[in-house]
């Protein structure tokens, strides 16, 4: 696990853009796993801005809200037009967002995971983390080793993500989501994270032991991931200035490999 440590919100948002840019660069059909919320718009506005050729790309969400149509303002179908599918050239039919509205859910979640294994595998997963150290919406205590799912929401995952929601609606209380088997067959993971109230889930994940309780903790057991975040997100962990000295000391060949 590689961890880099950058000054502010803005420059980690930046270099997980710059990552993706480059994958879609190396490899023009490329498969990419794709996230949502606060800390990717800055992501999805750099890509947007790179002028990158998204024609033969594919991509596939982690997750969606279950009970949610494609169409429904706070769908993670919106927020992917929004922010990212409507501003490249991506074709429709080449992005795949769990389906909300889905009557049968375990032969959705299949299919879902089949058409990852059929288009050769997600070559970069894109990454953020919860407070509580959930990554997509594997929430604590879930199996490190799922796949896809149907999962209830803990009341601290509500709670944050209810601001997302118009006053006087509720958000659902369950979602479809890939699991951290899933997550872990990727072959590259980019994880983002920002700001003090994720520094303790940081250092579970990067420090702590291997765990149910922080699910993003199984990705010490991944062959290449990089953890990006703030200063403020390292503030729990006891090795962060030897993560900043690897950085520093990185060749400039291999920045961003």
């Known amino acids: 696990m590689e961890v880099i440590i950058l000054n502010t919100p803005q420059e980690v948002e930046e270099l997980g853009g710059k990552l993706l840019t480059e994958q879609i660069r190396k490899k023009r059909d ?36 279950y009970g949610l149509g494609a169409n429904h303002p706070c769908s993670y179908h919106t927020y992917m037009r929004q922010h990212l599918f409507d501003r490249v050239n991506i074709q429709p039919e080449n992005t795949y967002v769990p389906d909300g509205l889905a009557q049968d859910v375990e032969r959705h979640c299949l299919d879902y995971e089949q058409a990852i294994e059929q288009a050769g595998g997600i070559d970069l997963q894109l990454l953020g983390l919860g407070e509580d150290g959930h990554i997509g919406f594997n929430e604590p205590s879930s199996s490190l080793s799922a796949g896809m799912r149907i ?46 109230k994720k520094a303790p889930a940081v250092q579970a994940m990067v420090e702590g032991p291997i765990t149910a309780m922080c699910p993003a903790s199984a990705l010490q057991q991944h062959r290449s991931t990089t953890v990006i975040i703030d200063e403020a997100a390292a503030a729990f962990l006891q090795l962060a200035d030897y993560f900043r000295c690897v950085y520093e000391h990185k060749p400039e060949w291999q920045r961003g490999k």
């Open 151 to 196: 999962k209830t929401l803990t009341p601290m995952t509500r709670r944050t993500n209810q601001r997302d929601f118009p006053p006087g609606e509720t958000m659902p209380m369950h979602v479809l989501t890939l699991g951290i088997g899933n997550i872990l067959a990727a072959r590259r993971c980019v994880l983002l994270a920002n700001g003090a």
């Open 30 to 65: 490329s498969v990419l796993g794709l996230a949502t919320g606060a800390t990717m718009h800055g992501v999805y506005k750099y890509l947007a801005a790179q002028e990158l050729d998204f024609s033969a790309v594919k991509s596939f969400n982690l997750d969606e809200y």
